[in-house]
C-alpha cells in the first residue's frame, strides 16, 4: 500500500488537470497510447515474437493525434490507409531474413494498435462532447474507482480464487466489492451534478452496472495477455503498481462503450 500511495496520488492530481484543460488531455492521452503500446510489444517480444514496433508505435501514435485536432477522413481514405498500412507490413516483411512467424508478427502488431491505441483513443472523443470534461470525469471514476475498490476488498477479505488461470493474486471477493465501489462511486457522482429525475437515475443506474463489470473484464483481459507473455507487470514505471497498461487496461475496454452509449444509445 505504502508503495502504491504516492504513485496514486500523481497520477491522479496529474488526471485531474488533463482532463480539466483539453490541450493537456489530448497530450496525456497520446503518451499513455505510446508507452502502453511499447508495454504491450515488449510484452509481446518476451514470446519471441518479431513485432514491426517502430511502424507500431507510429500508427499508434497518429491515432489519437489525428482524432485531437479533428482531422476528418472519409471512407475511401481510411480504406485507402488500411491498404497502405498492411501494403507496408508486407514489405518490412519481405525484408526479415527468415519467414518465421510472419503473420503472427503482423497480426500481433496490428492487435496491440487496435486494442490500446484506437480503443483508449475514445478517451478524446468523449473529451470533444459538450461538457466532455464532466463526461471523462465520470467515465475515469466509476472505471479506477473498480480497480481501487478489488484491490482494497480483495486485500482485506480475499479468499475465493476468481480465475486462477489467468490472475493468481485476484479474488472473487475483491471482484465483488470491486463492481460495488464502482456503483457507489459512480451513483454520488451522478447525484452531485446530474438531474434527479427518476427514469434518468435508472438510466445511470444502468450505465454505471455495465461500466463496473466492463471494467474488469478489461483488467482480467491484460491479466490474461500478461499471463500468456509470462510478466508479472507490463512495466515498473509506478513502483507498486506496475506500467502505463496496467493503469489504463480497464478504461480501454470502458472507453469505447461509454462513447457507444453517448453516440448511438442516450
Given at each position: 500500500?505504502?508503495?502504491?500511495?504516492?504513485?496514486?496520488?500523481?497520477?491522479?492530481?496529474?488526471?485531474?488537470?488533463?482532463?480539466?484543460?483539453?490541450?493537456?488531455?489530448?497530450?496525456?492521452?497520446?503518451?499513455?497510447?505510446?508507452?502502453?503500446?511499447?508495454?504491450?510489444?515488449?510484452?509481446?517480444?518476451?514470446?519471441?515474437?518479431?513485432?514491426?514496433?517502430?511502424?507500431?508505435?507510429?500508427?499508434?501514435?497518429?491515432?489519437?493525434?489525428?482524432?485531437?485536432?479533428h482531422f476528418s477522413v472519409?471512407?475511401?481514405?481510411?480504406?485507402?490507409?488500411?491498404?497502405?498500412?498492411?501494403?507496408?507490413?508486407?514489405?518490412?516483411?519481405?525484408?526479415?531474413?527468415?519467414?518465421?512467424?510472419?503473420?503472427?508478427?503482423?497480426?500481433?502488431t496490428v492487435f496491440g494498435?487496435?486494442?490500446?491505441?484506437?480503443?483508449?483513443?475514445?478517451?478524446?472523443?468523449?473529451?470533444?462532447?459538450?461538457?466532455?470534461?464532466?463526461?471523462?470525469?465520470?467515465?475515469?471514476?466509476?472505471?479506477?474507482?473498480?480497480?481501487?475498490?478489488?484491490?482494497?476488498?480483495?486485500?482485506?477479505?480475499?479468499?475465493?480464487?476468481?480465475?486462477?488461470?489467468?490472475?493468481?493474486?485476484?479474488?472473487?471477493?475483491?471482484?465483488?466489492?470491486?463492481?460495488?465501489?464502482?456503483?457507489?462511486?459512480?451513483?454520488?457522482?451522478?447525484?452531485?451534478?446530474?438531474?434527479?429525475?427518476?427514469?434518468?437515475?435508472?438510466?445511470?443506474?444502468?450505465?454505471?452496472i455495465i461500466l463496473a463489470?466492463?471494467?474488469?473484464?478489461?483488467?482480467?483481459?491484460?491479466?490474461?495477455?500478461?499471463?500468456?507473455?509470462?510478466?508479472?507487470?507490463?512495466?515498473?514505471?509506478?513502483?507498486?503498481?506496475?506500467?502505463?497498461?496496467?493503469?489504463?487496461?480497464?478504461?480501454?475496454?470502458?472507453?469505447?462503450?461509454?462513447?457507444?452509449?453517448?453516440?448511438?444509445?442516450?
Open positions: 500500500m505504502s508503495k502504491r500511495l504516492l504513485p496514486f496520488l500523481i497520477l491522479s492530481a496529474t488526471t485531474v488537470f488533463c482532463i480539466a484543460y483539453y490541450p493537456l488531455c489530448g497530450l496525456f492521452a497520446t503518451l499513455l497510447i505510446i508507452a502502453g503500446l511499447y508495454e504491450f510489444f515488449y510484452m509481446v517480444e518476451k514470446k519471441g515474437v518479431q513485432l514491426f514496433k517502430i511502424v507500431g508505435l507510429l500508427v499508434g501514435a497518429l491515432i489519437p493525434i489525428t482524432i485531437y485536432f472519409s471512407e475511401g481514405l481510411q480504406f485507402l490507409f488500411i491498404v497502405i498500412a498492411l501494403f507496408a507490413f508486407f514489405l518490412l516483411e519481405l525484408t526479415k531474413k527468415d519467414t518465421h512467424q510472419s503473420i503472427l508478427s503482423i497480426s500481433a494498435v487496435i486494442y490500446i491505441s484506437w480503443c483508449f483513443s475514445f478517451i478524446i472523443r468523449i473529451r470533444q462532447f459538450p461538457q466532455g470534461a464532466v463526461l471523462v470525469a465520470f467515465l475515469v471514476l466509476v472505471t479506477k474507482s473498480s480497480d481501487v475498490g478489488a484491490y482494497l476488498w480483495g486485500k482485506k477479505f480475499g479468499k475465493t480464487r476468481l480465475l486462477k488461470r489467468v490472475s493468481p493474486k485476484k479474488s472473487l471477493e475483491g471482484a465483488v466489492g470491486g463492481f460495488f465501489t464502482s456503483i457507489v462511486v459512480g451513483l454520488l457522482f451522478y447525484v452531485f451534478i446530474g438531474t434527479n429525475t427518476f427514469w434518468d437515475f435508472l438510466e445511470k443506474f444502468f450505465l454505471i463489470m466492463i471494467a474488469q473484464l478489461g483488467d482480467l483481459f491484460e491479466s490474461l495477455l500478461k499471463r500468456d507473455c509470462q510478466v508479472k507487470d507490463s512495466g515498473k514505471i509506478f513502483p507498486g503498481m506496475g506500467g502505463i497498461l496496467d493503469v489504463i487496461d480497464s478504461l480501454i475496454f470502458t472507453a469505447p462503450t461509454f462513447y457507444l452509449y453517448l453516440t448511438m444509445l442516450r
